[in-house]
């Protein structure tokens, strides 16, 4: 049986069920695979990440996923960035192979695939985006090529959401790219189409609702890509206003099957893995009962 090692680096990361995830379908491959939580926010872990990653490689790993805070950050200690990760700016998986470090961005996928699925023949000639960090810029680039017409990022940090729109501009025409701040959000949704949430609001540890409910209008999906808890109060707030709206367990899902077969070598059987983290989701669901 073949011995598969690889983990995930970032911060707050204990509930993640990417170990349980991965670890199964490993096992529907053959592979004796272990899939390890590096949480920085834990005492035991070095919040040192040139350190995990040498630590890592040194280790035997296959590579790493990479997640909040460091898909940025990241990318300086890589030796090569394979696309679309060259063009996103943002990592959430590294390759060790033959004594090089190469970066991938597995977001985009998750995010395009997600989308195909979960909201076929969805209107996207503008969406209003919420979030600049490591996931939005995989969001935003995985719209942009998918054909949005006009994608307006909104994030409070006007430093995090020019240089998206810097990076964006490299690929994409200008024209197609707005940033904005919190206070134009109003007049951003009420002429888009639909809304993408790659912040952390609605997450457990950030609870809440990432904009005024009362600018959910009708015509307008949602797409929020937080997976745990499935069901999020922007979820249930877009729901309740007759919206159509898909969760993150389908990006979870495609974005760590596309890991998993860099890792591996071995194409996942997505259908089984979304099964999977149904039944993980339902379980974490009634133990928190």
């Known amino acids: ?144 090529e998918a054909g949005v017409g006009h994608l307006t990022v909104v994030d409070p940090d006007p430093d995090r959401r020019g240089l998206l729109a810097e990076t964006l501009s490299l690929r994409f025409d200008t024209e197609r790219i707005a940033v904005a701040g919190p206070a134009e959000l109003p007049a951003a949704v009420g002429a888009a189409d639909g809304l993408v949430n790659t912040s952390p609001v609605g997450m457990r540890a950030h609870p809440g609702v990432p904009l005024p409910v009362e600018l959910l209008h009708g015509g307008l999906w949602v797409l929020d890509v937080i997976y745990m808890p499935v069901e999020t109060e922007l979820l249930t707030a877009a729901r309740a206003a007759g919206l159509r709206a898909v969760g993150g367990t389908g990006m979870c899902v495609f974005q760590a099957a596309a890991a998993f077969e860099l890792f591996t070598g071995r194409t996942p059987d997505t259908g089984r893995m979304l099964r999977h983290l149904d039944l993980l989701l339902a379980g974490r669901a009634r133990h928190a009962a």
Not at 115 to 143: D, E, K, N, S
């Open 1 to 144: 049986m073949r011995t598969c090692r690889y983990g995930l680096i970032g911060a707050g990361i204990g509930a993640s069920l990417s170990p349980a995830l991965h670890e199964a379908e490993g096992r529907h491959h053959g592979l004796d695979l272990s899939y390890s939580l590096l949480d920085v926010d834990r005492p035991e872990t070095p919040a040192d990440l040139r350190r995990l990653l040498a630590d890592a490689e040194a280790a035997g790993f296959a590579g790493l996923n990479i997640t909040h805070p460091f898909k940025q950050q990241v990318i300086e200690l890589l030796d090569r960035l394979a696309p679309p990760a060259d063009d996103i700016g943002a990592v959430n998986t590294v390759v060790f192979r033959a004594g090089r470090r190469i970066g991938y961005n597995t977001d985009a996928y998750g995010f395009t695939e997600s989308f195909r699925h979960g909201l076929p023949g969805a209107a996207t000639g503008r969406v209003v985006q919420l979030g600049a960090g490591g996931a939005g810029a995989a969001c935003a680039y995985a719209q942009l």
